[in-house]
Antibody
């Protein structure tokens, strides 16, 4: 059964760059992968997506600050979010896009990131 | 950008009752592009329904999805104690490529 696991610092200072990694238990599959987030007590927000090949597309509202990349190794993909503020405090999830890539069918457990000095 | 509005914000029902959750889109959404998720406290969302009406693997048949155009519905025919959670609808747009979620409906025990 496919599993995804997020990892990274739980605390980031304002104006710095948030960096997270998602490890995929079966990284050989040619799927699209996603980062989403959920601020405390609020709803879900899609951040961006990346294909196994490296093709990316991002939420327009975050595009200027977001970079998503694959590997190395190929069973990992990463999120970088620059110039963070308290508004970026959230649980960050990685997930797989189920074919034909309209929905997220496998999710990681999420990792909490707090932006604070 | 397509905005999804879910109603009601909170739904209070008893086990055994029928739940009807609504998701309305600000513009027409292809049925293929509409999904529903369940989220319990402290857990990641779980896919329930894709393509507006297709249950995901392992989802009980008391969960059903319907709708088209701008109006979509998630129905839970007979509530079990484990069904009390927050439910989100989500849509995909092809131009630009992006995904948006509704604000969620909290289903609570009455």
């Amino acid at each position: 059964q496919l599993q995804l696991q997020e990892s990274g610092p739980g605390l980031v200072k304002p104006s710095e760059t948030l960096s997270l990694t998602c490890i995929v238990s079966d990284g050989s599959s040619p799927y699209y992968w996603v980062w989403s987030r959920q601020p405390p007590g609020k709803g879900l927000e899609w951040i961006g997506s990346i294909h196994h090949s490296g093709n990316t597309y991002y939420n327009p509202s975050l595009k200027s600050r977001v970079t998503i990349s694959v590997g190395p190794p190929k069973n990992q993909f990463s999120l970088r979010l620059s110039s963070v503020t308290a508004a970026d405090t959230a649980v960050y999830y990685c997930a797989r896009l189920g074919v034909p890539y309209y929905y997220m069918d496998v999710w990681g457990k999420g990792t909490t990131v707090t932006v604070s000095s | 950008e397509v905005v999804l509005t879910q109603s009601p914000g909170t739904l209070s029902l008893s086990p055994g009752e029928r739940a009807t959750l609504s998701c309305r889109a600000s513009q027409t959404v292809s049925s293929s592009y509409l999904a529903w998720y369940q989220q319990k406290p402290g857990q990641a969302p779980r896919l329930l329904i894709s393509g507006a009406s297709n249950r995901a693997t392992g989802i009980p048949d008391r969960f059903s999805g319907s709708g088209s155009g701008t109006d979509f519905t998630l129905t839970i025919s007979r509530l079990e104690p484990e069904d009390f959670a927050v439910y989100y609808c989500q849509q995909y747009s092809s131009s630009p490529r992006m995904y948006t979620f509704g604000q969620g409906t909290k289903l609570e025990i009455k």
